[in-house]
């Protein structure tokens, strides 16, 4: 099971067994990795991946979720 974490003002940090897949289904080669970070800022060159440039660009994320509205 993938668990997903929401880094404040920074990436999704991705744990578990997981798969990153292409529009069209196509698997990125993760080399066994079980951790990985997705860029939320969008200014990443190594994207979907996070590269840190969210923390030179001073990337300010929305408010946190309120749980209810996750339903």
């Given amino acids: ?3 997903i974490t929401v880094k404040n003002n920074g990436p999704l940090r991705v744990e578990g067994g ?3 897949c292409d529009q069209d289904g196509n698997a ?3 080399a066994g990795r ?3 970070s997705l ?3 969008g200014h990443s060159e190594n994207k979907p991946f996070c ?3 969210h923390s ?3 990337f ?3 408010e946190a979720i309120n749980p209810e509205s996750a339903e």
């Fill in 60 to 62: 300010q994320a929305a």
């Fill in 1 to 3: 099971m993938a668990t």
């Fill in 39 to 41: 860029c939320r800022c």
């Fill in 56 to 58: 030179q660009i001073g």
């Fill in 28 to 30: 990125f080669g993760l």
């Fill in 18 to 20: 997981f798969a990153i």
């Fill in 34 to 36: 079980t951790v990985i």
């Fill in 51 to 53: 590269d840190g440039t």
